[in-house]
């Protein structure tokens, strides 16, 4: 899911070999772009947004039927 909102490069799988790999650098690009970083969570967030209310109008739909 992380990659169908667009932080694909924020998800880090600690449970595998290497997955806290480039965490450091995220981190620290976070801390030297806040803005740009709230940007791309606010961004992640509009898109989560818009499918809920896309999942949730089918489900509605569905069961009006």
Do not use: C, Y
């Amino acid at each position: 899911m992380w990659h169908d909102i667009g932080l694909n490069d924020w998800l880090f799988d600690f449970e595998q070999s290497g997955g806290s790999d480039g965490l450091t650098e995220a981190v620290l690009a976070m801390v030297n772009d806040p803005l740009g970083s709230k940007d791309k969570a606010q961004r992640a967030r509009t898109i989560v947004q818009q499918r809920q209310r896309e999942t949730m109008a089918v489900l509605s739909k569905r069961l009006a039927v």
